[in-house]
């Protein structure tokens, strides 16, 4: 089976360009997460939807960040104009029903953004 | 004050000790979650708890809900158990994940 794919590995851009991330749940998984990481810090939720509707967004920084998940399949997570301090490892993550959080998640590679 | 406090925040340890972890929590929860981050950012979901004790291998998670308390201990620890292990909850009745800044956990042969 396929785990959760996410592109680009690694991006760098300069301060107030746009930049735009990828993810691929597993085949089947209704559920489907977005996470901002920070260098030593844990993962932050930025977004959770169920299907093609959002079930959570409030820590989603929303003047500069918005997802989408048109199809209930693949996701695309942008951030317009991106800051130094949107630096960090974004995660997609994926589970089977979405339960509350009550189901493993199964996490892709992530993608490292540097913003300079 | 984070929802979520995990403790130590770096351990080192030699090959084939004992090894505790521990997350503790200020809100309540239905789920309590371990996770595994090795170098290069890669997250293994390693249990999922709401109750109770769970083991997988040299893994045991137990976890308290009165006590608002979890641990992850790992027996007979080897060099490929370093990574960050991190803790999150699952606030109740919401999908509010809240997280620990994790534990580092260098094993050393």
């Known amino acids: 089976e396929a785990g959760v794919a996410q592109s680009p590995r690694y991006k760098i851009i300069e301060k107030r360009q746009s930049v735009a991330f990828w993810c691929n749940p597993i085949?089947?998984?209704?559920?489907l997460y977005w996470y901002q990481q920070i260098l030593g810090q844990g993962p932050k939720l930025l977004i959770q939807f169920q299907n093609n509707g959002v079930v959570d967004d409030s820590q989603l920084p929303k003047d500069r960040f918005s997802a989408e998940r048109l199809k209930g399949v693949d996701s695309t997570l942008k951030i317009q104009p991106a800051k130094l301090e949107d630096s960090a490892v974004y995660l997609c993550?994926?589970?089977?029903?979405?339960?509350?959080?009550?189901?493993?998640?199964?996490f892709g590679p992530g993608t490292r953004l540097l913003v300079l | 004050k984070n929802e979520v406090e995990q403790s130590p925040q770096n351990l080192t340890a030699q090959e084939g000790e004992f090894i505790t972890i521990n997350c503790s929590y200020s809100v309540g929860i239905s789920a309590l979650h371990w996770l595994q981050q090795h170098p290069g950012g890669g997250i293994v979901s390693l249990f999922m708890?709401?109750?109770g004790k769970k083991k997988h291998g040299r893994l045991i998670a137990t976890i308290n809900i009165q006590e608002k308390h979890s641990s992850l201990h790992i027996t007979a620890s080897h060099p490929r158990d370093s990574a960050v292990y991190i803790c999150?909850?699952?606030?109740?009745?919401?999908?509010?994940?809240?997280f620990g800044t994790g534990t580092s956990l260098t094993v050393i042969p």
């Open positions: 993550a994926s589970s089977l029903r979405g339960g509350g959080g009550q189901e493993t998640q199964y």
């Open positions: 999150a909850v699952v606030v109740t009745g919401g999908n509010q994940f809240y």
């Open positions: 708890l709401s109750s």
């Open positions: 085949s089947g998984h209704a559920t």
